[in-house]
């Protein structure tokens, strides 16, 4: 028998870093809710508004809290299920130092304003060069581990934790490809359309493969350790795995339905996530059928209360999701808060009930000693589980008022509500509500820290836990190998699952996206859509900085109640020089892709300096600083010659004119607002923030109906 020791201590570090990041994340999290309730919670800063702190919060909770946990539960299981202490405790602590690097470089940067804007992915190209190597680093520590393991099969847990990894990986490199301008600024390398889809893709599928395969990895681990009871079903994790891989990335299409992607690709998307129901309940099931003849235990143990209660969140979660994916229910959600509440019971339950658990069951034996208090715990367990309900609960209602109110016609045909501000006004107290149900979850979670801490300080940390277990012999001299289940010959070859888990993942992909970007005919042509000029580029820019896409959609949808409401609806021709895409996934403003020429120039620069003089009782922040900060001309040249080399058709040489030709647009709107008596600099960067504004949506010229049915009539 071979005497090692598995590394605790490293389990511990991400253990810590969870409970601290999902601090901060939560933190963050309750003032972005009270801010759409509260203007005034803006704080008056260009670094806390909403726009600029709602990705800060999607990033702390998703890569720094359940990344953090991700690791803590890998680390811990791997090692035990390998029977092997981990591959390398150099790359273990590179892993760790390097993805708290990641977190912190995030911290800074998006509330600076450096972001890509794409939901998800937004830290700019150096953070994601960082990403990748960390990555690389944890993938060549697990893979190490798995490489030296003395158990030749391997566990469902790792097969999932293989998917993640590679995954991930496929993810992060396609989606984050892009050119650099400077340091902190870049342009994708897809524009419109092509990087919606790609984006989406990108974007579903990092909940399905960051939020979710990994997760379910943990599941089979600790809650079979938890219960006392092996996995209820072999069979079914079998099925569970291969079918959830393999459909969950097709369905990233159905966050862009009723847009301007082509129809056959929505389609796909709706199909799939349909489907996914049968695999995502299989996991549900199995994880629950688990506790049979441990109920009686459920109700004595926090640990298996947290793990219910996440896994019927995660059945809930996977249910409502395909659901929204049918066409006529997305049609009164999309855009919606309902959005929102699905994906935080996903969140909020799954997620975070489960690393509640995690942590709960890992600490006594970190530190040898019972928990302090299940008294705590199960306080935890109930502030926590009613926090959920205050959160969802209102969110629905709000989703459900957005979705009917912006539908809405009256006897006479007309809009009920044309004025898309009373229906934001209609929704504050759900606001409140979602912040308070916050801050009830967030309460129970400082119940776990005391509790956490508590424990630790009763007891000592096993940092080196000895273990023993016999040589793996090599594959070509095990005569059992191939005994058993047909599944035994992949499951227990590493690289052959690492392979067939790829190429499962990488059909859904390549089917979506290849004939989208090499069919020409899915984006058709307009010949009127011309590039920004340079300062309306400027401009972009600055919309992107300010995370306005947060809460303004451009993508108007061809239902009646929007072209009512906004205009012609967008066509897919008319975002191929949009690099990033901002169609936005949520309208807590209009949308504003038919905004240009709608308002005089007053209008947007009263606007942005106070909202309420524009739009009485708006929950929209003022952005006073855009009237001071100068317009920064410094990488415009570069700009230029960056989207020259991506395809957008500036002409020869406009690199070197582009400042002079921007200067003459601004002092024009500058001239322009000193005749409706307002006084303001050219070079200030309102003036290029109008200049974007005035010409979305404007490429493109529909006639009215009275006009078109006249020359129709002459004809």
Same mark, same amino acid.
């Given at each position: 028998?071979?005497t090692?020791?598995?590394?605790n ?14 601090? /901060?994340g939560m933190?963050v999290?309750?003032? =972005?809710?009270?801010q759409?309730?509260? @203007?005034?919670a803006n ?12 990705p800060?919060?999607?990033n702390a ?6 990344g953090n946990g ?5 680390y ?11 591959y ?5 602590k ?6 708290q690097l990641?977190?912190?470089s995030?911290?800074?940067?998006l509330?600076?304003?450096f ?13 994601d060069?960082l990403?990748?190597?960390i ?7 697990m ?5 030296r393991?003395?158990?030749?099969h391997?566990?469902?847990g790792i ?6 990894f590679?995954t991930?990986?496929?993810l992060?490199l396609?989606?984050?490809a892009a050119?650099p301008?400077?340091?902190m600024?870049s342009?994708? /390398?897809?524009?419109?359309v092509?990087d919606a889809?790609?984006q989406w893709w ?5 909940v399905a493969f960051?939020?979710?395969?990994p997760?379910?990895g943990l ?7 938890a219960?006392g009871r092996?996995v ?13 891989i ?10 862009l339905?009723y847009t301007?992607?082509?129809?056959? =690709? ?8 349909i489907?996914l129901?049968?695999?995502s309940?299989g996991?549900?099931i ?5 506790l049979r003849g ?14 219910v209660v =996440?896994i019927?969140?995660?059945?809930m979660?996977t249910?409502e ?12 959600a ?5 959005i929102?509440a699905?994906v935080?019971v ?7 009930f ?5 942590l ?5 034996r ?9 008294k705590l715990?199960n306080?935890h ?6 926090g959920?309900l205050?959160?969802a609960?209102p ?6 008022t957005?979705?009917l109110?912006?539908k809405?016609f ?10 898309f501000?009373e229906?934001v006004l ?8 979602r912040g308070?149900g ?10 776990m820290?005391y ?16 273990a ?6 090599? /594959? ?7 005994d058993?289940?047909w599944?035994?010959?992949?499951e227990r070859r590493p690289f052959?699952l690492?392979?067939w888990?790829?190429?499962?993942? /990488?059909?859904?992909?390549a ?8 069919i020409?005919s ?5 010949a009127?859509?011309?590039?920004y ?6 401009g ?6 300010e ?5 303004h959609?451009q993508m108007v ?9 906004y205009?012609e609806?967008?066509k897919?021709?008319e ?5 990033p895409f901002?169609w ?5 403003? @209009? ?5 240009g020429g709608?308002?005089p120039h ?5 606007h942005m ?6 739009s ?7 952005? @006073?600083?855009l009237?001071?900060n100068?317009?920064?001309?410094s ?5 230029i010659r960056?989207l ?10 406009y690199?070197?004119?582009?400042e ?11 001239a322009?607002l ?5 006084d303001?600099k ?9 200049a974007?504004?005035?010409?979305l949506?404007?490429?493109?010229k529909?006639k009215p109906?009275?006009?078109t049915?006249?020359a129709?009539?002459?004809?």
């Amino acid at each position: 028998m071979d005497t090692f020791f598995y590394d605790n201590r490293i389990v511990r570090d991400f253990g810590v870093a969870t409970v601290f990041w999902g601090v /901060a994340g939560m933190l963050v999290g309750i003032l =972005a809710a009270f801010q759409l309730a509260l @203007p005034d919670a803006n704080l008056g800063s260009a670094y806390t508004t909403f726009g600029r702190i709602r990705p800060l919060h999607t990033n702390a909770v998703i890569f720094a809290f359940v990344g953090n946990g991700i690791f803590m539960g890998v680390y811990y299981s791997l090692q035990r299920l390998c029977k092997t202490p981990m591959y390398s405790k150099a790359l273990s602590k590179i892993h760790f130092w390097g993805w708290q690097l990641v977190i912190l470089s995030a911290l800074i940067s998006l509330p600076m304003g450096f972001t890509t804007s794409k939901e998800y992915a937004e830290l700019e190209w150096p953070i994601d060069i960082l990403i990748t190597v960390i990555w690389v680093v944890f993938g060549w520590n697990m893979f190490g581990t798995i490489a030296r393991r003395r158990e030749r099969h391997l566990y469902v847990g790792i097969w999932f934790y293989i998917a993640t990894f590679l995954t991930v990986a496929v993810l992060h490199l396609v989606n984050s490809a892009a050119l650099p301008v400077s340091f902190m600024k870049s342009y994708s /390398a897809y524009a419109g359309v092509q990087d919606a889809l790609v984006q989406w893709w990108y974007g579903h599928n990092a909940v399905a493969f960051f939020l979710t395969t990994p997760y379910l990895g943990l599941m089979y681990y600790f809650l079979p350790k938890a219960a006392g009871r092996p996995v209820y079903s072999y069979r079914l994790s079998i099925i569970h795995f291969w079918s959830l891989i393999f459909i969950y990335i097709w369905a990233g299409p159905h966050h862009l339905l009723y847009t301007s992607l082509p129809d056959w =690709a929505q389609s796909l998307g709706v199909a799939f996530s349909i489907m996914l129901i049968a695999p995502s309940w299989g996991g549900m099931i199995n994880g629950l059928l688990t506790l049979r003849g441990a109920w009686d235990k459920v109700r004595e143990e926090p640990v298996l209360k947290f793990l219910v209660v =996440a896994i019927t969140a995660y059945g809930m979660a996977t249910f409502e999701g395909p659901m929204l994916s049918l066409k006529n229910v997305n049609a009164i959600a999309h855009f919606t808060d309902w959005i929102v509440a699905h994906v935080h019971v996903g969140a909020l339950g799954w997620n975070g009930f489960l690393t509640f658990a995690m942590l709960y069951w890992l600490w006594p034996r970190l530190y040898r000693t019972p928990l302090y208090s299940k008294k705590l715990a199960n306080a935890h367990f109930l502030i926590g589980t009613l926090g959920i309900l205050f959160y969802a609960i209102p969110m629905y209602w709000a989703g459900f008022t957005q979705g009917l109110m912006w539908k809405q016609f009256n006897a006479e045909g007309m809009l009920q509500y044309p004025n898309f501000l009373e229906t934001v006004l209609q929704i504050v107290p759900m606001y409140y509500l979602r912040g308070i149900g916050g801050i009830m979850y967030l309460s129970g979670v400082f119940l776990m820290v005391y509790n956490l801490w508590k424990t630790a300080k009763a007891g000592t940390l096993l940092a080196e836990e000895k273990a023993t277990a016999a040589p793996l012999l090599p /594959a070509s001299e095990d005569p059992h190998i191939n005994d058993g289940h047909w599944h035994r010959w992949i499951e227990r070859r590493p690289f052959q699952l690492a392979v067939w888990a790829t190429v499962a993942i /990488a059909i859904g992909g390549a089917v979506e996206m290849v004939p989208t970007f090499l069919i020409k005919s899915n984006v058709p042509t307009i010949a009127a859509v011309q590039p920004y000029s340079a300062l309306e580029l400027q401009g972009r820019d600055l919309y992107i900085k300010e995370g306005c896409s947060n809460c303004h959609t451009q993508m108007v949808r061809p239902f009646r109640s929007e072209t009512e409401r906004y205009g012609e609806y967008s066509k897919a021709g008319e975002f191929v020089y949009d690099r990033p895409f901002l169609w936005g996934s949520k309208r807590t403003g @209009p949308d504003l892709h038919r905004v240009g020429g709608k308002y005089p120039h007053s209008w947007h620069y009263n606007h942005m300096l106070d909202p309420t003089s524009m739009s009485p009782g708006s929950i929209m922040p003022p952005y @006073p600083w855009l009237f001071d900060n100068q317009i920064d001309y410094s990488t415009l040249a570069t700009k230029i010659r960056v989207l020259q080399q991506l395809g957008t058709p500036y002409r020869a040489g406009y690199d070197k004119d582009a400042e002079a030709d921007a200067r003459r647009q601004a002092d024009q709107i500058a001239a322009d607002l000193k005749k409706e008596d307002i006084d303001v600099k050219s070079d200030r960067e309102i003036i290029a923030l109008i200049a974007y504004l005035q010409r979305l949506g404007t490429d493109i010229k529909v006639k009215p109906e009275a006009e078109t049915a006249a020359a129709t009539a002459a004809q």
